[in-house]
């Protein structure tokens, strides 16, 4: 039976996880986290916050791709890192 983690999910298989934006020292943090059923769905999800971030960063004319989103659960532990520089593919600089 997949079951969450005490105090992670509130749904049987359902996991919370939080999504932080760290560099150099600097971080956000994600105060509320999200619900998911799986840690490949939360991969999926930080890709596609990687890539919003940098779209959103794009449309003010600057770009910061030393930015990294680790993904903990509810305990604190790192489960997933991605560096914005691995959410895109540059080309013709």
Sequence with gaps: ???????????????????????????LLDPDGRELPSLEAAQAATLREARALISHDALAGHIRLDQRLDVETGDGRVVHSLSLTDAVTITGL
């Design 1 to 27: 039976m997949n079951r969450s983690l005490p105090g992670c999910g509130s749904e049987l298989g359902r996991v919370r996880y939080f999504f932080h934006l760290r560099a150099d020292g600097e971080q």
